[in-house]
């Protein structure tokens, strides 16, 4: 008997073991393009990280910004305001980078994470510590950010241009209309039937707008008329300006008054005396005298505007709303009806009936043309008339202590630029021009005029 059995069993040879493939590591390609893992190493030493959630922001109406921004990971939206207005949003990737955002004029930056990310804010003091070309190849990684987004901001101004276009082209279309209404026979023939302008305020009228027509050769045609020197000396010597000693020759009022002063006293006497007065049509002509004195002052630092006869487009650019009331009164046409005729239009064929200029019923009519269409879409002939127009009104609700309407000022800032007038903003002119130049000669002003320069510069008015 066996107790041990001395043969082996066979045994089965081990199965090799199956090697799991290890999953190939997948690098990413360099935050920016020549980065290497030592830049970014030294970026991160030096530099704040930043982890975004999506939605949050990372500027927040940024006037400007001085530093890099590099994308890490993920994504953000900029977006540029500018006067109120919102632009279309462009987006930043990894691998990109923000240059820094200059400062402007109504501009203000903002900025959010369109997603998780990180981003490296790098700025000027850290800069100069970093490698020389991990610098170049930050700033290579902005000019190339910067060329995508010039040229988004190229596409965005031109679909937002034409659209531009397009809807001023539809206000036109729909003021068209409205102005058609006034060509009816019945308004017509109640415009021919108002009483024109005196023979010197309309010779006065012809001779401005002749540009080759000299100060000096106004003041004779003014001073050989003893009707018009009459009026020119009992009305400097009126209330209205309360000289204290009495002026006696038109020789002296031009010294004390100027000119410019002297013509527009003649031609606001003469619209006063051809339209009725009542409370409402004073406060036309108040209106009225206060933007022809805005527009000289507005004129006379433009470029290419011939101011003296600009102050008579603005003597007469309401004469519409004057011509209404008169409608009213009349009680031909219900309120109603008058009210739906366009002013501009009304005022700029009343001064067509009186044998005016017709280059001063163009400006009248066109008047309102700026508050929706950018300065290159106005016929050159009257754009800078109309564009100094726009901005006597806007100085004057800043004046009178009024915020100019966001909605009709959409272009303001372009007229200013089409005129050559290098200030920021209509409240800056008023502030640094218009207001110290009316400031000088205070007492050549009317009276009412006066109280509201005088309010505006806390100065006091002489009560003689």
Known sequence: MKFFNRSRTPVAEPRPLVQRQQPIAVQKPPV???????????????????????????????EQSDSFIVMLDGAIQVVVKWEKQMGRPGIVRRGDCVAPLPKAPGLLYYAEATEQCTVIEITPTVMKYLPAHTQVAIYRAAVAATGRINAYIRSVNGEIT?????????????????????QAPKIQNFLKNIPGLPVHAMDLAVKLLQETTSVQEIAEA?????????????????????????????????????????????????????????????????????ISTLTFEIAKISKNVQAQSLTTAALLHDMGRCVQI??????????????????????ADLLHSWKLPERLGIIVENQHLPEYMHPDQVPADYRREVGVLHLAHCVESLLMGEQPKAELNVYTKDYMNALGLSFATPAVLLKESVLPSLGKNLQRLPREIQKVVAAATGRSVSQN
């Open 32 to 62: 920016l393009e020549g980065w290497s893992e030592a830049d970014l190493v030294s970026v991160y030493n030096a530099a704040p990280l930043k982890h975004l959630r999506m939605g949050d922001p990372l500027l927040t109406g940024a």
């Open 162 to 182: 034409s659209k531009n276009v397009a809807l001023a082209s539809y206000v036109t279309t729909q003021s068209d209309k409205l102005n058609a209404a006034v």
């Open 222 to 290: 003014i001073k050989n008329d003893p009707a018009t020197a009459s009026l020119v000396l009992r009305t400097v010597n009126s209330a209205m300006y309360g000289f204290e000693k009495k002026i006696e020759t038109f020789y002296h009022a031009c010294i004390i008054l100027g000119f410019n002063n002297i013509y527009t006293l003649v031609m606001r006497e003469a619209v006063q005396n051809a339209l009725p007065l009542n409370d409402r049509t004073r406060k036309i002509h108040l209106h009225s005298s206060l």
């Open 326 to 347: 008169m409608m009213k009164q009349a009680r031909w046409l219900s309120d109603e009806h008058v009210d739906m005729l366009p002013p501009a239009k009304l005022g």
